[in-house]
């Protein structure tokens, strides 16, 4: 797909790497109800017309993903580039979000949405809400009551945060928090007061960890 004639000012990259040790096999691909679960994501986010970006951890997940799915709605690939790490074996989402940061500095892209291949069931008003919120800021994340934050749903920007991650992932510093920075202007989104405003039942947030977790939404 031609990205040139887009808006460039915020893409969107689904994070698909992760070890998927719990559930046990890749999240994106599983099944559900005769769908991956990476296109429920994929439909929703395609009626918001943003560019999309799948970050894969090898050239044959890549592969696979290339094959699997409708390409319609993707933008591009990118993978990881574990080259920055000490360790060659280490598998941190971080990587993942470096590579992004990374990639989409090349393309002069000014911010973009860190999504989770987790999430399967994000809803469209909590998608647009959160894009609504990036206007005037850095930086929109989702923050519960607790202070416990949800960075693989959050909006960072991409050249201020390109930097960030490079310095953590050379520091080993990989709590995914220590990207964010003081001097960013950061929108933290209230999880129970804004965001479950549109989705009661928190949907969007539903982390599918285990094969488990998906009875819920077979009720």
Not at 24 to 36: A, T
Not at 103 to 118: A, G, M
Request: glycine share 4%; net charge negative; proline share 3%.
């Amino acid at each position: 797909m031609d990205i040139s004639d887009k808006n460039k000012y915020l893409a969107v990259a689904i994070l698909v790497g992760g070890k998927s040790t719990r559930f046990g096999s890749d999240k994106g691909l599983f099944e559900f109800r005769g769908k991956h679960l990476i296109s429920y994501q994929l439909e929703t986010l395609a009626d918001l017309r943003k560019n999309i970006f799948i970050v894969a951890n090898s050239t044959e997940q890549l592969r696979i993903y290339f094959d699997a799915i409708n390409l319609e709605n993707i933008t591009g690939f990118i993978m990881d580039e574990p080259e920055i790490l000490n360790d060659k074996n280490l598998r941190t989402p971080m990587l993942g979000m470096y590579s992004v940061f990374k990639e989409l500095t090349k393309l002069n892209y000014d911010k973009v949405l860190i999504l989770s291949c987790d999430l399967p069931f994000i809803k469209n008003e909590v998608l647009s809400l959160i894009f609504d919120k990036a206007e005037g800021h850095d930086c929109v994340i989702p923050r519960w009551d607790n202070d416990y934050l949800e960075p693989l749903f959050a909006i960072y920007p991409v050249k201020k945060a390109l930097i960030a991650t490079e310095y953590c992932l050379k520091n080993k510093l990989y709590k995914l928090t220590n990207i964010l920075q003081d001097d960013w202007k950061t929108n933290y989104l209230s999880i129970e007061r804004q965001i479950k405003q549109i989705d009661p039942n928190l949907i969007s947030l539903a982390n599918i960890n285990e094969i488990s977790d998906l009875e819920y939404f077979n009720s």
